[in-house]
C-alpha cells in the first residue's frame, strides 16, 4: 500500500531524494542568477518557488533555502554595471522601462510606423458586360481537354469550383457546362473560390 503525503515525511530515503533535487535546483537558480537569469541566447529564465510553486520573484527570500542563493550571491561573471544597486538578484527578472515611449501623432514618426501605401490589398473588378454570350449563372470551362476546372459567373466574375463534388453539391450537370475559349475566359476577372 502506497504511502501518504504525512507518512512520506518520515521516510528517510524519501527525504534524501527531494533534499537531492532541491540542491539541484538551487544549484540551477544560483548559476542563473551569475549569468543574470538569462540563457547563452540572452533568453529570460523562469524559476518557481519550490514549496508555493509560485514564480520567484514573489519569494519570501528571509525564509527558506533562497537567503544566500538569491541575495548578494554576486560573482565575476556578472558586470559591475548590473551589480550596482542590486540587493537582490530577482530584480534581473523584472521588466524596467527607463524611457517614456513616443508619443504617435501625425507625423514623420507616425508615417514610418504605419505605411499608408498599402499595396498587398486587392482590389475587385467585375464586368457589366460579358463577353459572348455568357450571362451571370452561366458554368463554363475552358475548351483544352487537360484542363478539368470549372467555374460559375456571379456578378460579372468567374469563380472556381475547388472539386467536381462542389460542382455537383451545388446542382450543376455537366450538361450544364458551356465550353469557352482561354481568351475568353482570362478577360473574365477571377473572384473569391466556391465554397
Not at 70 to 85: A, F, H, Q, S, W
Not at 131 to 136: A, E, V
Amino acid at each position: 500500500m502506497p504511502y501518504t503525503q504525512d507518512e512520506l515525511q518520515s521516510v528517510g530515503y524519501y527525504n534524501e531524494f527531494i533534499n537531492k533535487l532541491r540542491e539541484i535546483y538551487l544549484e540551477k537558480l544560483a548559476e542563473a542568477g551569475e549569468n543574470g537569469f538569462r540563457d547563452v541566447n540572452n533568453v529570460l529564465l523562469s524559476y518557481e518557488d519550490i514549496f508555493t510553486g509560485f514564480s520567484i520573484e514573489d519569494v519570501d527570500i528571509s525564509k527558506g533555502p533562497y537567503l544566500q542563493v538569491l541575495r548578494k550571491g554576486y560573482t565575476e561573471n556578472m558586470p559591475e554595471d548590473v551589480i550596482n544597486g542590486l540587493e537582490d538578484l530577482r530584480q534581473l527578472l523584472y521588466t524596467r522601462q527607463f524611457e517614456k515611449y513616443p508619443k504617435y501623432t501625425k507625423g514623420k514618426l507616425l508615417e514610418k510606423t504605419i505605411d499608408r501605401n498599402i499595396s498587398e490589398l486587392s482590389t475587385s473588378t467585375f464586368l457589366t458586360e460579358l463577353p459572348g454570350d455568357l450571362t451571370n449563372g452561366d458554368v463554363i470551362t475552358v475548351d483544352v481537354a487537360e484542363d478539368l476546372r470549372k467555374w460559375v459567373i456571379q456578378n460579372g466574375q468567374k469563380r472556381i469550383f475547388p472539386d467536381l463534388a462542389t460542382f455537383f453539391g451545388y446542382g450543376y450537370q455537366l450538361t450544364d457546362l458551356k465550353a469557352v475559349e482561354e481568351g475568353t475566359l482570362k478577360s473574365i476577372p477571377s473572384g473569391d473560390d466556391i465554397e
